[in-house]
């Protein structure tokens, strides 16, 4: 059987102990034979550098681009893009962990020409790909034993198409990348990046699937996170999505949860009530 090679690329700055976790996870368990791991750093000074040195002695599959200066996230996910050798280029957050058979599964979806890009289901994202999760999300205490539940409960492939991939994890052929560009630069800083990518795409005919078989975790906002406590995230959300709407002469339309990930969110009294109101409809047609 023979196997595309993937690259796996990574932007970093700083929040070294998630790069560490990421990386970790990465080398325990991806089985997929011949992948690259291409990490392009933004000027971390927290000791993250020191750390890829350390990996680049323990594994010849990996290349460490070392900038200057925080050149964003887009024109960094581009950088390693360029510089990348594989048929599956693989973008993923160095705040996420994951887990067994997970780029081989992805990989596979990829195998339909109509698919442009393939996600996986996470436990942190704004879209139907977040699932409910029951382990610590933060701590992390739990999170194999469910993840070795969630795979024997989703052996064989399983998918949905989704209107947008969220970045912390996709994967896409070249020749797809070749097609449609590279990362738009004009929302460098981050947001709204996917958004238009994964717009791109469809205008091209090409679908976007999330794989309810891979699971990824996904800490998620480490970057904006910060932006949200100065207030300075709305400003860039907002400045974004004007320049969303302006360049494709659209209105950007919100993201939406998956059904049963909204009710789990919802206040138990409320839950409480929405099944004694369900349970009392069911009683009602029975006696009728």
Same mark, same amino acid.
């Given at each position: 059987?023979?196997?595309?090679?993937?690259?796996?690329?990574?932007?970093?700055?700083?929040?070294?102990?998630?790069?560490?976790?990421?990386? =970790?996870?990465?080398?325990?368990?991806?089985?997929?034979?011949?992948? =690259?791991?291409?990490?392009?750093?933004?000027?971390?000074?927290?000791?993250?550098?020191?750390?890829?040195?350390?990996?680049?002695?323990?594994?010849?599959?990996?290349?460490?681009?070392?900038?200057?200066?925080?050149?964003?996230?887009?024109?960094?996910?581009?950088?390693?893009?360029?510089?990348?050798?594989? =048929?599956?280029?693989?973008?993923?957050?160095?705040?996420?962990?994951?887990?067994?058979?997970?780029?081989?599964?992805?990989?596979?979806?990829?195998?339909?020409?109509?698919?442009?890009?393939?996600?996986?289901?996470?436990?942190?994202?704004?879209?139907?790909?977040?699932?409910?999760?029951?382990?610590?999300?933060?701590?992390?205490?739990?999170?194999?034993?469910?993840?070795?539940?969630?795979?024997?409960?989703?052996?064989?492939?399983?998918?949905?198409?989704?209107?947008?991939?969220?970045?912390?994890?996709?994967?896409?052929?070249?020749?797809?990348?070749?097609?449609?560009?590279?990362?738009?630069?004009?929302?460098?800083?981050?947001?709204?990046?996917?958004?238009?990518?994964?717009?791109?795409?469809?205008?091209?005919?090409?679908?976007?699937?999330?794989?309810?078989?891979?699971?990824?975790?996904?800490?998620?906002?480490?970057?904006?996170?910060?932006?949200?406590?100065?207030?300075?995230?709305?400003?860039?959300?907002?400045?974004?999505?004007?320049?969303?709407?302006?360049?494709?002469?659209?209105?950007?339309?919100?993201?939406?949860?998956?059904?049963?990930?909204?009710?789990?969110?919802?206040?138990?009294?409320?839950?409480?009530?929405?099944?004694?109101?369900?349970?009392?409809?069911?009683?009602?047609?029975?006696?009728?």
């Amino acid at each position: 059987m023979s196997y595309y090679k993937a690259s796996i690329i990574i932007i970093t700055h700083n929040n070294l102990y998630y790069t560490k976790l990421c990386c =970790e996870s990465i080398f325990s368990k991806t089985q997929y034979p011949g992948y =690259e791991v291409i990490i392009v750093d933004n000027a971390s000074t927290d000791g993250t550098r020191n750390y890829f040195d350390e990996l680049k002695k323990k594994h010849s599959n990996i290349h460490v681009i070392l900038n200057r200066e925080n050149i964003g996230f887009v024109r960094a996910s581009n950088q390693g893009i360029q510089l990348s050798t594989g =048929e599956i280029v693989v973008l993923l957050n160095n705040d996420t962990v994951v887990t067994k058979n997970w780029l081989e599964r992805l990989i596979r979806y990829l195998q339909d020409e109509k698919t442009g890009m393939v996600g996986p289901v996470t436990s942190f994202c704004g879209n139907e790909a977040r699932i409910n999760v029951p382990y610590n999300t933060v701590t992390l205490d739990g999170f194999e034993d469910f993840v070795r539940q969630y795979h024997a409960e989703h052996k064989e492939p399983e998918s949905f198409d989704i209107k947008t991939l969220a970045m912390y994890c996709v994967a896409l052929r070249r020749k797809v990348i070749d097609e449609v560009g590279l990362l738009d630069e004009l929302f460098n800083t981050g947001l709204f990046e996917d958004d238009d990518y994964c717009y791109r795409l469809k205008l091209k005919g090409y679908k976007l699937i999330c794989a309810e078989d891979v699971f990824v975790h996904h800490f998620g906002e480490m970057t904006f996170g910060k932006l949200k406590k100065s207030g300075e995230y709305m400003k860039l959300f907002e400045k974004n999505k004007r320049r969303f709407e302006e360049k494709w002469g659209i209105k950007w339309e919100p993201h939406r949860f998956r059904e049963s990930f909204m009710l789990s969110q919802r206040p138990l009294k409320d839950r409480m009530i929405s099944n004694f109101k369900a349970s009392l409809k069911r009683l009602v047609s029975y006696i009728d």
